[in-house]
């Protein structure tokens, strides 16, 4: 079983960035592909991006693509998200969620979107955009 902490998130003004993080213990992060997910008050949880376990694939919502960047560190057990020009609708409760993978299995686009597949949550960060 793998713990996931999220940290990074904060207040910050439109057009800002913050870096957050999704640091696991427990388990190697390298057996798992990992996703990120919000959910902004009255909302639903959405994806947000996704990468594989070798970081060698990488999925993205399309009102984060070329602004958000999701990269990982097997090394450190830790995944990021690079979250650049931010906007007010980005205001969320960010999540970092874990799927096991094996060596030999990709996932598709759809799965990884999919937050039922996801075995594995942390507790959350919040970003707040301010206009």
């Known amino acids: 079983q793998v713990q996931l902490v999220e940290s990074g998130g904060g207040l910050v003004q439109a057009g800002g960035s913050l870096r957050l993080s999704c640091a696991a213990s427990?388990?190697?992060?390298?057996?798992?592909?990992m996703g990120w997910f919000r959910q902004a008050p009255g909302k639903e949880r959405e994806f947000v991006a996704s990468?594989?376990?070798?970081?060698?694939?990488?999925y993205y919502t399309d009102s984060v693509k070329g602004r958000f960047t999701i990269s990982r560190d097997n090394a450190e057990n830790t995944v990021y998200l690079q979250t650049n020009s931010l906007k007010p609708e980005d205001t969320a409760v960010y999540y970092c969620?874990?799927?096991?993978?094996?060596?030999?299995?990709?996932?598709?686009?759809?799965?990884?979107?999919?937050?039922?597949?996801?075995?594995?949550w942390g507790q959350g960060t919040q970003v707040t955009v301010s206009s």
């Open positions: 969620a874990a799927i096991p993978q094996s060596t030999f299995i990709s996932f598709s686009e759809a799965t990884m979107r999919d937050s039922t597949r996801y075995d594995y």
């Open positions: 427990g388990r190697t992060l390298s057996s798992y592909a």
């Open positions: 990468i594989n376990r070798s970081g060698t694939v990488t």
